[in-house]
């Protein structure tokens, strides 16, 4: 039995599968769905996971060397919250990129994890190394 660390088995699963330069994509909880790749519903209530949790519960054991996002991200939102994300990617880059790039990124992914989060824009897209 686990005692730390991801507790949920098909998120487990997921996380397992993904190989170097494999992407990953972590949802708010308004992201369309896309029935074409394996989806982990992790949303509970309104915020609860934002996609930041979600970031930091797998970044100690995922190697992460670049994260995609929407321009819009940093345009919605506080730039504290912009500062956070790219503080919990660190040192990998943040790239900012138009959605509709954003969203044609999403159907290349291995999986798409969906949280309660709602924050505008605040998609991501994580490649492994």
Not at 40 to 48: A, G, P, R, T, Y
Not at 108 to 123: E, M, Q, S
């Amino acid at each position: 039995m686990l005692k730390t660390g991801i507790l949920n088995p098909a998120l487990l699963s997921l996380l397992a599968r993904v190989r170097h330069t494999n992407t990953l994509v972590i949802t708010d909880r308004g992201f369309p769905y896309w029935p074409q790749l394996e989806n982990v519903d992790l949303s509970l209530v309104d915020d609860l996971p934002t996609v930041m949790q979600v970031l930091a519960a797998i970044r100690p054991n995922f190697s992460i060397v670049k994260a995609f996002a929407a321009e819009k991200f940093r345009l919605n939102n506080s730039p504290e919250k912009f500062d956070a994300l790219t503080s919990l990617l660190n040192p990998a880059p943040l790239v900012l990129e138009p959605f509709p790039e954003f969203k044609k990124r999403v159907p290349l992914a291995i999986g798409l994890i969906r949280t309660g989060d709602t924050t505008p824009f605040g998609n991501l897209i994580i490649e492994s190394g």
